[in-house]
Structures are given as C-alpha cells and as structure tokens.
C-alpha cells in the first residue's frame, strides 16, 4: 500500500521560511515525477511544484522564484522550501505523484499557515 508521509507545516511570519518533507513509498516515487500540492480554504486543490526523475523542475507562477522543490531518490523523500512566504500561501500542503494516473490516496498532508 502507497503511503505519502508531508511534515514541516507551522505557522510563520510574513516573509518567513518553511521546509516541508514528503516520505513516499518506494512504489509511486522510484522513477516517477513527483509534486507538491496545496488547497486553501474553500478552494481546489491546486500543483505548486514538480520535480521529474530527471531532477528537472517545473513552478506554478504564484511560487517561482521563492519555492524550491528537491527530491532524496535514496530516502525515497521530496522537500520544499519555502521563502518569502506571503498570507496567500496559507493552505493544507500534500504531496503526490505528478501525473494522475499514478497518484495515491491522498496523505494528511502538512498545514502552512502565514499570519502576523
């Protein structure tokens, strides 16, 4: 059984930094694009980042520049760090595979939340 694991959530400042994590098993991460995901309250779950296996990288344009996204292909683990994080950003992050008919039951995923 897939498990996707997202830890790192809190609550920061405007302009404060986050690193999330995302433990994956073996069978969705190996060789597979992976993404970060967020929903907002009362919004659609929407991709703000993905890594290919190739260690390439795609950002929504609501991110780029200030979310970088990572993978440990031997701790089967992708990250985000986040900076310059903004009250907009505020949401449940998870983490799945990129493409969708590869994604697993969807984890708890890790609240963020930017609030003076």
């Known amino acids: 059984q897939v498990q996707l694991v997202e830890s790192g959530g809190g609550l920061v400042q405007p302009g404060g930094s986050l690193r999330l994590s995302c433990a994956a098993s073996?069978?969705?991460?190996?060789?597979?694009?992976m993404g970060w995901y967020r929903q907002a309250p009362g919004q659609q779950r929407e991709l703000v980042a993905i890594?290919?296996?190739?260690?390439?990288?795609n950002y929504a344009d609501s991110v780029k520049g200030r979310f970088t996204i990572s993978r440990d292909n031997a701790k089967n683990t992708i990250y985000l760090q986040m900076n310059r994080l903004t009250p907009e950003d505020t949401a449940i992050y998870f983490c799945n595979a990129a493409l969708s008919t590869l994604r697993a039951s969807w984890g708890q995923g890790t609240q963020v939340t930017v609030s003076s």
């Open positions: 890594i290919h296996a190739s260690g390439n990288t």
């Open positions: 073996g069978s969705i991460f190996k060789g597979n694009a």
